[in-house]
């Protein structure tokens, strides 16, 4: 095939011709920043080894769901009885986590390690992908490298989160698509059934299977339709067969209930974020824009552009944070790579050439600066909080009972380490209580009797403020208002990002 010769060609002439003084140079180069990439990942799996506290606050609620899962033998709830928590993820990740904990990992670590095997998965997959499209390996080692870099996916790679996974998926389903578009190879199949696992593990991976099928459509109208059908049925005849053994309860929580308000403050964060960590990669993108609309490099492209567009479509939803991020930062590492190969950076850069092509060196190298510096401020801020969540838990752990009666708790890493369960998830509750979603009723009377052996809000209900944020965990009006009448505050604990405030009820004896 022309196209198969024309991809080996940059690798047949590497194995053929000596390497110049430059170029061992630049290889050197990129060893070195390899190696510091190895020593700050490996910080990062240090702490994440270290850190028996959450990570991050949604990594709790997770943790605390397949705990659940674990004991209870249940993961979605009808939200109309108690626990009051939403599992707004896909099952996937909950069953992988569930497994490992009852194989005696903690649950902490259990989602830390899926993590970061799905990280190193990615970081090799972003290489596979580009040396695919351009046989050069100088741009697969340096997809690689832009990939394992990355402070965005080193920190969420190993937090234990759906989202890696999810993203390992997906770039999984490419690469298999990738196969047959530019090999011919059968493997197609594999594709959405990766692209499916992505699904399943995260809902709003849509990205790789939409551009699977735009792809297809470009070429083959007769096969994108049916792909597009087989791929359609069978995730929807799973959802289905999913919901109506719940009962209804596995849409009601990936789906209705995860539909949060949108912030325009949200997504203004969001988007200066993504810019200021990924500015290097998005130069060079920009700058070799025209070279990827031809040839085989429009498909990782079109990929990009709808992975940037379900990011920017989600980026303003209260409770998103960078991991929404993820895996448009992954694809501007391969299409950057992919980029710098159709810009003929490496050759010219080799061969001392006085382009301004060669100048592309410079972007690259801000992009891994900035990716080192906001990583060690990362790993910093992550000992930092983990001695503070230390000192807290000893402080909490009197009033906080593995069993007993209910407890009512913001702190969320509060209740997996020390009840591993959560009976009322104040952050979701109360958006779907202001949304008529959930009867605030069973929770207020309980109050209203002092059912709650011990609730700990990030607030002093007898103080006039009131938190205005949504990204705040707190109560309905009602509710706090039981809290002031039959409450009585106990104590004030310091936490790594607020003080937690002790209630217990006035009267002993009705609980």
């Not at 009051?84 to 390690?113: D, K, Q």
């Not at 390996?137 to 832009?146: E, G, Y």
């Not at 409450?487 to 006035?506: E, H, I, M, N």
Request: proline share 4%; aromatic share 12%; with cysteine.
């Amino acid at each position: 095939m022309a196209v198969a010769s024309t991809t080996a060609f940059p690798a047949a002439r590497a194995a053929t011709c000596p390497a110049s003084p430059v170029e061992r140079g630049f290889r050197r180069g990129l060893w070195v920043a390899s190696a510091l990439a190895a020593i700050v990942l490996l910080c990062y799996v240090a702490t994440m080894l270290w850190a028996v506290n959450e990570l991050s606050p949604p990594e709790s609620v997770v943790a605390a769901q397949s705990l659940m899962l674990v004991h209870d033998g249940t993961l979605y709830y009808d939200l109309k009885h108690y626990p009051f928590t939403v599992c707004a993820y896909m099952p996937l990740f909950y069953w992988l986590e569930s497994g490992l904990i009852r194989a005696g990992f903690s649950a902490a670590l259990a989602g830390r390690c899926i993590s970061f095997a799905a990280l190193c998965g990615l970081i090799v997959l972003c290489g596979r992908i580009v040396l695919l499209y351009t046989g050069d390996r100088n741009a697969a080692w340096v997809a690689s490298l832009a990939a394992a870099s990355s402070s965005l996916l080193g920190s969420w790679g190993t937090t234990g989160q759906v989202d890696t996974l999810a993203a390992f998926f997906a770039l999984m389903a490419f690469y298999q698509y990738s196969r047959y578009h530019v090999r011919g190879e059968p493997s197609l199949w594999i594709a959405g059934l990766c692209g499916a696992l992505a699904l399943f593990t995260k809902q709003t991976m849509l990205a790789a299977p939409a551009a699977m099928f735009v792809l297809l459509l470009m070429r083959d109208r007769k096969k994108a339709l049916w792909f597009g059908v087989i791929f359609g049925a069978g995730v929807g005849a799973f959802v289905l067969a999913i919901n109506i053994a719940l009962q209804g309860r596995f849409l009601a929580n990936t789906l209705f209930a995860n539909i949060n308000p949108f912030r325009a403050a949200q997504f203004f964060t969001q988007f200066r974020y993504f810019v200021s960590i990924s500015f290097g990669l998005l130069a060079t993108l920009v700058v070799s824009f025209g070279r990827m609309l031809r040839g085989h490099a429009l498909a990782p492209f079109v990929y990009l552009i709808l992975a940037v567009l379900v990011f920017l479509g989600t980026a303003a939803k209260i409770g998103s944070d960078t991991n929404y991020q993820m895996e448009s930062t992954l694809l501007l590492a391969v299409c950057a790579a992919i980029g710098l190969h159709r810009m003929k950076f490496f050759e010219l850069y080799f061969e001392r050439s006085k382009s301004w092509i060669t100048l592309l060196l410079i972007p690259l190298a801000l992009h891994m600066a900035i990716g080192y510096r906001v990583s060690a401020n990362t790993l910093l801020a992550r000992l930092m909080k983990e001695k503070m969540f230390r000192a807290q838990i000893e402080q909490l752990r009197p009033y906080v009972q593995p069993s007993g009666g209910l407890v009512l708790c913001t702190d969320f890493n509060a209740m997996v380490r020390l009840r591993e369960r959560m009976d009322v998830e104040p952050l979701i509750y109360k958006l779907l209580v202001s949304a008529h979603v959930v009867d605030p009723e069973p929770v207020r009377r309980d109050l209203a009797r002092g059912a709650f052996s011990t609730v700990i809000l990030s607030e002093d209900v007898f103080q006039p403020q009131q938190f205005k944020d949504g990204e705040i965990g707190t109560l309905p009006a009602s509710q706090l208002d039981e809290v002031r009448r039959h409450y009585r505050l106990v104590r004030q604990v310091p936490g790594p990002f607020l003080d937690a405030y002790v209630y217990q009820p006035l009267s002993r004896e009705a609980m």
